[in-house]
């Protein structure tokens, strides 16, 4: 029996590759993307790019999306609870797993478990301890397309911003991190928003 769960969606190149692994795997069929959104900017929390931007995602994916608004510099108090309400609607119909696009960070998914126990939920994350450097390859190998919409500039420059993720794009992005001091990885250095969902 196929169960439902809901994809954490911030529009960039994570999130729909672990969209993406979920709806492969053939496990779970997608009930709802959620996103949140700063209230009164209009723009998701953590890539900054407009809501617009995500809905029209959704849209071509022919998904439900669920935007929960949380105050710009609120408390984790308050984006636990306003989070919780939405989380609780769909475990209230049943869902009980959410799926992140979360790659390294143990205290964030420790953060997440805790939560979502809270509400006799569980997390999945398909992309769990992936090399970074390989899941952008697979990315655009998979005929994926996004543009750079912001950059870390101790690591990037601003000329990155605006530009395709393609294959090109990995190579300079290679050369830059190669010649400068590597960091851990290389997702904090680039945010993307996704043009469309696939080949």
């Keep these: ?19 993406e692994r979920v709806v492969r795997g053939g496990e779970f069929r997608v009930a709802s993307l959620l996103t949140t959104v700063a209230e009164g900017l209009e723009r998701v929390q953590i890539q900054n790019v407009r809501r617009e931007l995500i809905e029209r995602q959704a ?12 105050r710009k510099g609120a408390s984790n108090a308050e984006y636990e609870e306003r989070l919780g309400v939405a989380l609780a609607d ?25 939560l979502l126990a809270r509400l006799g939920m569980k997390g999945l994350y398909p992309l ?34 605006g530009a395709e993720v393609d294959r090109e794009f990995w190579n300079v992005c290679r050369r830059v991190l190669t010649r400068a001091a590597r960091t851990e990885s290389f997702t904090p250095s680039c945010t993307t928003g996704l043009r469309s969902t696939g080949p």
């Design 128 to 161: 769990w301890g992936v090399d970074t450097r390989g899941l952008l390859e697979e990315f655009v190998g998979r005929g994926f397309k996004a543009v750079v919409t912001s950059v870390d500039a101790r690591v990037l420059d601003d000329s990155f911003a």
């Design 59 to 70: 849209l071509a994916l022919g998904l439900p999306l669920r935007c929960v608004y949380i």
């Design 90 to 114: 769909f475990g209230a119909a049943g869902v009980r797993r959410v799926a992140f696009g979360d790659l390294f960070l143990g205290d964030i998914r420790e953060y997440r478990e805790r």
């Design 1 to 19: 029996m196929t169960r439902e769960v809901i994809v954490s969606w911030s529009g960039g190149k994570d999130s729909a590759l672990a969209l």
